[in-house]
């Protein structure tokens, strides 16, 4: 059995995790898409030979990969915290986009384990050897197999988006925290366009940041 004072401490513990976690994460994604090539590119066609010229010899992007890696956790903290913060006033919306959120958080741990830790290994690879890769490397971006449930990511900020919409109407939280969260994840549903992407992260800080200064300052 758990005591009341077991509990309050837990309470305490996971307010800190998400006081954490919302300064965290829109640091590590806004730092993560701002190190990738070709930046403020805005083409939507993403062919195997440009994912291959933007990711071989590129430590950089693979750094910024393993960041967005290390950041998911923080975001699904952060998900599950305003998906209760609004399951009271809006339940439905809370639910679903709880649901979404951590289902397409797992999306974007396989997503860069696939498309990008397993890239940056081949990029160890000699040149000759690497060459011999690319049947590989096309059946992997060309999401072939299991790798079809990676087109699935988009649930992400899509749960973001439902929590955000409730966050804004039944405002458990002001709007000028909500709106920007809500934009921020409207901008992350993007086809894969990098600058999109880390201005969203930027909104969500925008939101995040100081709703973790207000909870730590117990307002």
Do not use: W
């Not at 458990?172 to 994840?185: D, K, M, R, T, Y």
């Amino acid at each position: 059995m758990f005591h009341c004072n077991s509990i309050g401490s837990f309470q305490d513990f996971f307010l800190r995790v998400v006081v954490l976690s919302c300064f965290v994460y829109p640091i590590l994604a806004a730092l993560a898409f701002a190190l990738h090539p070709n930046l403020f590119c805005m083409s939507i066609s993403h062919s195997v030979e440009t994912r291959i010229s933007e990711f071989h010899h590129n430590r950089f992007m693979h750094f910024g990969h393993f960041l967005l890696v290390v950041a998911v956790p923080f975001l699904m903290l952060a998900g599950i915290h305003f998906a209760a913060l609004l399951y009271e006033k809006a339940p439905l919306l809370a639910g679903l986009g709880f649901f979404l959120v951590i289902f397409g958080c797992f999306i974007l741990i396989l997503d860069k384990s696939a498309l990008c830790f397993v890239p940056s290994a081949l990029d160890t690879l000699s040149e000759d050897e690497f060459s011999g890769c690319f049947p590989g490397i096309r059946a992997i971006f060309s999401y072939r197999g299991y790798l079809k449930v990676l087109q699935f990511l988009p649930v992400l900020p899509l749960g973001f988006i439902l929590i955000g919409i409730g966050l804004v109407v039944k405002q458990p939280i002001p709007l000028s925290q909500g709106i920007p969260i809500l934009v921020g994840a409207v901008l992350m549903m993007n086809p894969d366009i990098d600058l999109l992407s880390m201005l969203g992260s930027v909104s969500i800080g925008i939101g995040f940041i100081p709703y973790a200064v207000s909870i730590a300052s117990g307002n």
